[in-house]
């Protein structure tokens, strides 16, 4: 019987070990014992002596295996490299420290390039030479050289330039699968992108904001301690200088990985509950600490912050209603005002909102039309362009009465029109097209027999 094991824990204590090995004080080999038996201070096999800079000796007749993925091995010497790479192209100082708090992801992340690559041999989904050497000199240009400028930038620090093609292969192989297997099954209906034609809308006058991302998946509640230190030593990384868009290439689970984690412009409300809260706090340039959402963990790097196009404000038409409450001897302003805020509060929506209204203002006008923003009170019209459409103003009261309104619809000036309908479908299929892409590397993992040996 072929029994299948996922070994979730990658252990990194023995790639930590050969490093050290290097240095004069701790040259002595150990003996040989499992990883998994010894923890942290565990070297499977008998250490050979590495280079400074933590790369394997020149010798590689002794070789030895990081990782198996179902038949594939990943050697150690490919690990060390990819960490090099990822060293270089980060800016993550050169040290067996800043090794240390590499490897893990580097080792994770070359596991999940097997599976993917294995997954699209399956299909027969290939990858040509001339595909991953467009690829090298798009990533040539990106760095402002030439294709024979960045072999030589690699070869100066032992980078060897068949581990960026290895990586690009990877990337390449994978893009294609999602795109031919899982694009054609997203259908997006018009009453989606009438849904966020309208959010655009509602949001006209708020804030929105350009970000870029890390991310990096849990895909079971035994991975939530590992993944949320991966992403806390990203977090210190960056924090100490190195670049954010070439560590979101070298590590993100995002598909916006390949663009060095650029998300583009959201709106306020468009990410998860604990995101936008985090992204609130934020001023242009500054990242978010990890932030856990249902799927992983994520850094937000706010790029850019601006005021959604909505024209003139004062061409801005909104449909309010309205719920009084008089100010009585019986029902002071203090009572009104919080009985005004609990019914905002409890009320979502303007049909709950108009039966609520018409219950207490009985004979009363309670539905106030469409009105322009510039033909009502100013301080008034401030409120009611940055309160969304579906939700109740705050409390406005003065000596004699407590008013709530609800905006019920908004209408922005033709320069405050929403982006084309394509663009918005596009959006929204882009973010599906991920969280499908996601979903199916999880199930690979869960199905693959996977050995980690260092």
């Avoid at 990822?86 to 420290?97: F, H, K, T």
Wanted: glycine share 8%; proline share 6%; charged share 25%.
């Amino acid at each position: 019987m072929n029994v299948k094991r996922v070994v979730r824990t990658l252990v990194v204590g023995a790639v930590v070990g050969f490093l050290i090995a290097a240095s004069p004080a701790a040259t002595a080999p150990r003996n040989a014992r499992s990883g998994a038996e010894t923890g942290a201070n565990a070297q499977g096999g008998n250490a050979q002596q590495a280079s400074p800079a933590g790369r394997p000796p020149a010798d590689s007749s002794m070789e030895r295996v990081a990782a198996v993925v179902n038949e594939d091995v990943i050697s150690l010497s490919d690990l060390l490299a990819r960490t090099q790479l990822a060293l270089v192209s980060s800016g993550i100082p050169d040290s067996v420290e800043g090794r240390q708090r590499l490897t893990q992801q580097v080792l994770r992340q070359l596991i999940d390039e097997r599976l993917q690559l294995q997954e699209a041999k399956r299909l027969n989904i290939t990858v040509g030479d001339e595909d991953v050497a467009q690829a090298v000199a798009r990533v040539a240009e990106q760095n402002r050289m030439t294709p024979e400028q960045l072999h030589k930038f690699f070869a100066e620090r032992r980078v060897p330039i068949t581990t960026l093609k290895a990586q690009a292969k990877a990337q390449l192989a994978w893009n294609k699968l999602v795109q031919r297997r899982l694009r054609p099954s997203i259908q997006i209906g018009e009453e989606e992108i009438d849904a966020a034609v309208q959010r655009v809308q509602a949001n006209a006058g708020k804030p929105e904001y350009l970000i870029a991302e890390i991310f990096l998946t849990v895909d079971t509640p035994d991975q939530d301690d590992e993944v949320r230190r991966a992403i806390e030593r990203l977090f210190d990384q960056i924090r100490q200088g190195a670049n954010f868009a070439a560590v979101a290439r070298q590590f993100s689970q995002s598909a916006t990985a390949a663009q060095g984690g650029d998300f583009g412009w959201v709106q306020q409300g468009q990410l998860s509950e604990d995101l936008d809260g985090a992204l609130r706090k934020l001023r242009p340039g500054e990242l978010s600490r990890p932030t856990r959402s249902p799927s992983g963990y994520h850094l937000l790097l706010l790029r850019e912050q601006r005021t959604v196009n909505a024209g003139n404000p004062a061409e801005m038409k909104v449909t309010l209603k309205q719920i009084l409450l008089p100010v009585t001897p019986a029902a002071g302003r203090a009572a009104q005002t919080a009985l005004a805020a609990q019914l905002g509060r409890e009320l979502s929506g303007c049909a709950a909102f108009d039966a609520k209204a018409r219950e207490i203002n009985r004979g009363g006008r309670t539905d106030l039309g469409t009105v322009r923003l510039g033909d009502i009170p100013p301080q008034l019209a401030q409120v009611v362009a940055s309160t969304p459409v579906g939700q109740a103003t705050p409390p406005l009261a003065d000596d004699k009465q407590v008013i709530v309104l609800m905006v019920c619809d908004r209408i922005l000036p033709p320069s405050g029109s929403a982006p084309p309908r394509e663009a918005i479908a596009n959006a929204i299929g882009g973010e599906r097209l991920d969280m499908l892409a996601r979903r199916y590397l999880r199930d690979l993992r869960r199905a693959a027999f996977v050995d980690v040996r260092v």
